[in-house]
Every structure is written in C-alpha cells, then in structure tokens.
C-alpha cells in the first residue's frame, strides 16, 4: 500500500499538520484504540466505535460461519444474490464484487420501478441479504417485507431465501429469529461507514461468489503498518486529507478511471462525506468528474497518475487506510467521525410528510417537467442559468435524482450497434448525464447522487457541512407503484416524501433547493438534457 504525493501544494499541506500529528502521538494512540482523540464530546462514542481497527483480525472469526452460509444458498442453488441496504450497509460489497466480478443487485433505492426489477429477476434462485446495522432503516424494513409477500406468493418459504445481517439487540435480530431466518451478527463497535471489512461488507460478497478471504489478507498485511510513525500510509493520507482541507482545498476529486478496483469512489464518498462533512466543516467527495485545475480542489487518483496524489494498494487494503485516514482527518478537523448529526432532520421530516404528504404547487411546467421551489426563471434553461449562477465561488452544485438508477438501460438501441453506440444511447436516457453536461457549464464541482441512497452519504455533509451547496432535485412519476406490506404507504409515496424530506431540510437551511418532476420520466429526462446543453 503506497501514498505518493506527486504534487507540491499538496505535500505542503501534507508536511504541515504531519509534524503535529507524531507530535500528538496519533498513530500510537490510534493503534492503541484511544478514544479521546477526537476531542472530550467525541470520546464516549469514540469508545464504542473503533472496533474497525482490528477488523483484519476479528473478522477471521466469521469465515467458517460465513462458508456454511455460502454452504447452504449453494445447496439450494442460490445464485441470484440481491442485497438490502443503505449506505454502510450495501456500499462495500458492492464495490467488492464489482472488483471481483461477481454478480450482485444492490437495493438502496426507494424506486418501485427498480425494486419491480430486482423481483423480476427470478425468484426462484434469489437469496435476499438484508442488512442494516440499526434493523431500523425505513427503506431496509421495507425491502425485506416486499420480498417476504414476493417470496410467498410465489410459494417460496422466506425462511429459505432470507439472511439478516444486524448488530445484536436491534429489533432486526429479534424479528430475524422470530422468522427463522439465517442470522449474522455484526461487531457492535464499527459504524455503519467503518464495517466494509465486517459481516456487512463480507455476508453479501461471499454469498455472490468474492473471495473475502482474500481481502481480510490484504488488510493484514497492511494492518501493522498503521501503528508506524514512518511508513504509515494511513496518517500519510489523513495528512494529505486534513492538511489539504485545513489549506482550503476541501473539494476531493476522486479519479479511480486506471484502476483495477472498481467503485471504490462511491465508497469513499460515504466515508468522508459522513466522516468529516458536519459543524460547518467537512471534505466535499467528488465522483465521476474530471477536474477543473481550481484552486479548492485535491485530486486523489486511486491506482492512477491522474492527481495530485495516487494512493496504490489491494481492495482489503484501501479500505482500511482510507478509514484511518478519514479517522486521522476527522482529527485535523476537529469534528467526530464517527456520528451523522445532520442525517436525521430529513428522517424526520419524511415521516411527518408521509403522514400528509404536502408537493404543493409548480412554479411553472416545461413540457414533461414540472419545477417546485423558489425561482425566477419560467422555463428549464433558464432555470439551470440561475441554479449556476447562485454556486458560490467556493460552492459546489449538487444534482440529486430520486429515479431508477438502471432505467437508461432501457433506452432503444439500434440492432448490430457497437459498445460506442449502445454507451451514447444509454447516456442520452441517463439522468446522470446531467451532471456532466452542467459540469461543462462551471468551473465549480458538480456532484451527483441517487436519492435515497445519498442520504445516507453525502446528505450529511450538504446539511452539515460548510453551507455552501445549491441542490437540484429530480423526481418522476410513478406509474406501477409497490406497496409495502404492513405498512400504509408505498415505495412511490415513500420516495416523494424523502425527496421533499429532504428538500425541506435543505431550504431550512437557506439554500437554493429546487425540485424537477418528471411527469413522464423517459421524454422527461430527454427534456431536461437537452435543456442543459440549450442554457
Ligand atoms: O445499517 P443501517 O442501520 O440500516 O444504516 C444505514 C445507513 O443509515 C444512516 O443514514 C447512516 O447515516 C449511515 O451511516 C448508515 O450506513
């Protein structure tokens, strides 16, 4: 595992907060799990969340319990492997098995219209890892009651097909042993962003076929390179993360475009985003974007020359260097790493609007997208001038869709059309495209996220964070709607009020926050594209 700074600002930057970190005695205490690092408000949770750290080693203890479970799906050939979970919960396997390349449905989404697409996907083979830390998170509970009616009513017995991942004593366990369902107990002291090497990160990823044995070598061979005070590469790249933000280079372009390790980025996000995005502070993860060669920007390639810095190492490897470093900036920033202060406003706020949903009424409508939210503009393109115009200069744009993430996939495709081809059809019929054609607009970050899964990431930071975001939402209609069993809401009604859950937490906060709604979501998002390359 290697950290090389190939840039002179950053190493800089690096060298000045370095000294106080050996001064301080970070990597002994750390090694030592010394909770009071983070200052005296953080240290009793501090204490209860370090666990992370010897993960490598404790998470051995699981692999004869998590070969009898691959024992067992094999047994009833299990192959379709679809994972419930949000943030923490589902963002680590899905870069290991992306990495590995072994087939994974990943569900963090409230979208009927993708989760019809993980039931359509064959029940009969189909093994549901539902995991969630709490056993509390709304859209979790949801998937896992979806999928219990899906599975009897194809006369599927969920005690076959079903496996909890929780921490002891959350309400998920009780309900997973009252059901008979195969149960994994998660570390309580690793938080959700921390516990990539964990049941969480390894249940799912064995189940689709990875080899987490593997990964828990590559994270103890770098293990003991992080109580070193020379040739830690986890405080050297906590040094380059604090020291670069405390220089105001807060904006964290994650460039993984050569590597072999796929994903690794949306991981990341999570971890920083959550980690270090509160008390006015915090790092802004960037993914997918090119630089613009700004001032407040770190580029970080990962396997890769793109950047100012080019962190190099095995998947197990990264994901325990990238979680010190994030603990050590956490440090340098004076903030907890370890709690999501911000994230349950717009909890609250979607349980209110699920009991009296409130959209209210469009400023205007241009063609299949209706706009909610203060603005002055009356049509698209002059909406988007305006979102631009009101990035502060050291803001960023956020672009947040709460749509079907594999929709594009859809999109009609010429016959005998090459890989080229199929690419700019799936584009023009991706929201995400989006960003990039406003990124072209700005020399100001543009991120994108997918709701509901960004709640649980980078929420934390648009809400906790420095302030300084304008937030472009973007919701669709919903035309075959699930309900959720046991519950008196849909997926559709759950989704819209997390968007305006959302929204309204964003606006209370004073910023711009304006919501597209697709009332035909295919025209809709071709409209709003060709709107961005009009304005
Ligand atoms: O694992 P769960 O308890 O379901 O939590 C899933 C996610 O929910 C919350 O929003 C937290 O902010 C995330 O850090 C966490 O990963």
Redesign the pocket.
């Known amino acids: 595992m290697e950290v090389t700074i190939r840039e002179e600002g950053v190493a800089i930057a690096a060298s000045s907060v370095a000294g106080r970190l050996l001064d301080d005695g970070v990597p002994q205490r750390l090694a030592a799990g010394d909770p009071a690092l983070w200052g005296e408000e953080a240290t009793a949770e501090a204490a209860a969340r370090l666990g992370w750290l010897t993960l490598p080693l404790t998470s051995r203890e699981l692999l004869p319990e998590i070969g009898k479970l691959v024992e067992w799906a094999r047994a009833q050939g299990l192959t379709n492997v679809v994972l419930a ?7 680590a396997a899905e870069v290991v098995c992306d990495t590995y390349d072994v087939p994974l449905t990943v569900l963090d989404t409230t979208d009927a219209h993708q989760v019809r697409r993980a039931l359509a996907e064959g029940l009969d083979t189909t093994v549901l890892v539902v ?7 709304v ?2 509970d949801s998937h896992l009651r979806i999928f219990e009616a899906a599975f009897r009513a194809a006369g599927i017995d969920p005690g076959d097909r079903i496996v909890v991942v ?2 002891p004593d ?1 309400p998920l366990e009780q309900a997973a042993i009252d059901a008979g369902y195969q149960l994994v107990l998660a570390r309580p002291d690793v ?3 921390y ?1 990539a090497l964990s049941a ?1 990160g390894l249940v799912p990823s064995a189940l689709a076929g990875a080899e987490i044995e593997k990964l828990l070598e590559q994270a103890g061979e770098v293990a003991p390179l992080l109580a070193l005070t020379d040739g830690n590469p986890g405080l050297e790249l906590g040094a380059v993360l604090g020291g670069a933000a405390l220089n105001g280079r807060d904006k964290l372009i994650l460039e993984d475009q050569l590597s072999e390790i796929n994903g690794l980025p949306d991981w990341i996000e ?1 971890l920083v985003a ?1 980690s270090l995005g509160k008390d006015g502070r915090g790092v802004l993860p960037v993914v997918g974007a090119d630089p613009n060669g700004v001032s407040d920007e770190l580029v970080v390639g990962i396997g890769s020359d793109n950047g100012d810095v080019r962190v190099d190492g095995r998947l197990g490897a990264q994901f325990l260097v990238w979680e010190y470093a994030t603990a050590v900036a956490g440090r340098l920033l004076e903030v907890n790493p370890f709690d ?1 202060p911000d ?1 349950a406003g717009a ?1 609250r706020n979607t349980a209110e609007l699920l009991d009296a949903p409130a959209p209210g009424r469009p400023a205007f409508t241009d063609g299949p997208v209706e706009v909610y939210g203060e603005t002055r503009a009356r049509d698209l393109p002059g909406l988007l001038n305006e979102l631009l115009d009101a990035v502060p200069g050291d803001g960023y744009l956020a672009v947040l869709a709460y749509l079907d993430r594999l929709a594009a996939f859809d999109a009609p495709v010429r016959e005998g059309a090459d890989f080229e081809e199929m690419t700019d059809a799936w584009m023009a019929a991706d929201a995400a495209t989006l960003r990039a054609l406003l990124a072209l607009r700005t020399d100001r970050p543009v991120t994108f996220g997918w709701g509901p899964r960004y ?3 980078t ?2 930071y648009h809400k906790g964070g420095p302030g300084n975001g304008v937030f472009l939402q973007i919701t669709g209609v919903v035309t075959d709607d699930v309900p959720v069993p046991g519950r008196p809401f849909t997926l559709g009604a759950l989704q819209l009020a997390q968007a305006l859950g959302d929204l309204g937490a964003l606006a209370g906060r004073g910023r711009p926050a304006v919501r597209l709604h697709l009332t035909d979501r295919v025209t809709g998002v071709a409209h709003l594209l060709a709107a961005a390359q009009e304005a």
């Not at 995991?131 to 998170?137: F, N, Q």
């Open positions: 979970g949000m943030g923490g919960s589902s963002l995991a969630s830390k709490s056993g509390a998170t859209e979790t929780t921490d959350s938080g959700g962003r516990s969480f999570q959550e999501q994230v909890k709640l649980h990431s929420g934390q």
